[in-house]
């Protein structure tokens, strides 16, 4: 029973963590430009979902992601996304990205703050 109970306070602290903190933490974590790291994000796969189009894959310095998961509308990215899904190009090696690292208890996320200009 305590098991049940731990399990289901964690899970519902990551919910609301993600709902309702995840843009402030975001936004205090940008302040500090040492908190901005450079990385290389490779589309590792594409696949064809029922209702949005396409769904990529990503790999962002070693972790693979949902390229979806990547994006906060808090960062400059999340108004780039849309035209950037259009524009993405399966063949090529990497894109240069400048991402933020936010660390809640043993979970990770990673958001993409903005494409580097080639």
């Known amino acids: 029973m305590k098991l049940i109970l731990s399990t289901s306070f964690l899970l519902l602290s990551m919910i609301f963590y993600t709902v309702f903190y995840n843009n402030l933490i975001l936004k205090n974590k940008i302040k500090d430009k040492d908190n901005i790291i450079d ?3 490779v589309i590792t796969g594409k696949y064809h979902t029922k209702y949005d189009g396409f769904r990529y894959v990503v790999e962002v310095d070693g ?3 949902y390229l979806i998961n990547l994006v906060s ?5 999340g108004s780039r996304y849309y035209y950037f899904k259009d524009e993405i190009d ?3 090696k990497c894109y240069k990205v400048k991402y933020v690292k936010v660390y809640f208890l043993f979970y990770e996320r990673r958001y993409i703050y903005d494409l580097v200009e080639k």
């Open 73 to 77: 509308s808090v960062l400059p990215f």
């Open 39 to 41: 990385g290389c994000m």
């Open 90 to 92: 399966v063949s090529n």
């Open 63 to 65: 972790k693979s992601f």
